[in-house]
């Protein structure tokens, strides 16, 4: 079992933002595509993303929850058929929902948000 616990600034309403792909230089599908197939080939059901920067990285989304550093507090579970982010607070911005396509989420390359200030990880998520 793993255990995160966290919390976010209540002051700030801004807390995620994307790029332009000009700068990103590679889609999030395509990061998303690329890890999994790294996964298959490793024989790994899932990977769990706690780094912030990598859930920047991988979803090609920023944020300003921690000084100096363009990450917002997300973490990320990603499997073969799922994408699962975990938001504390319950603020993801329209235009970021609309980047990682979180309404009706009907397929494997949409994210499903979930916003807990805990979240419990073991065996019966996958």
């Avoid at 801004?14 to 024989?43: C, D, P």
């Avoid at 790994?44 to 507090?73: C, H, K, S, Y």
Wanted: proline share 4%; charged share 20%.
């Amino acid at each position: 079992m793993i255990y995160f616990q966290f919390s976010r600034n209540p002051n700030n309403n801004k807390i995620f933002y994307n790029l332009l792909l000009m700068f990103l230089g590679e889609t999030w599908q395509s990061k998303v595509k690329r890890v999994r197939g790294a996964l298959r080939a490793l024989g790994a059901d899932a990977q769990v993303v706690t780094a912030l920067d990598e859930v920047a990285w991988l979803l090609n989304i920023r944020g300003r929850d921690a000084m100096f550093l363009p990450v917002a507090r997300a973490y990320v579970i990603l499997s073969q058929d799922k994408i699962s982010m975990y938001v504390p607070g319950g603020i993801v911005p329209e235009p970021i929902a609309n980047h990682l396509r979180t309404n009706n989420c009907l397929n494997d390359y949409c994210v499903r948000l979930f916003f807990k200030q805990i979240l419990l990880l073991d065996n019966k998520l996958f």
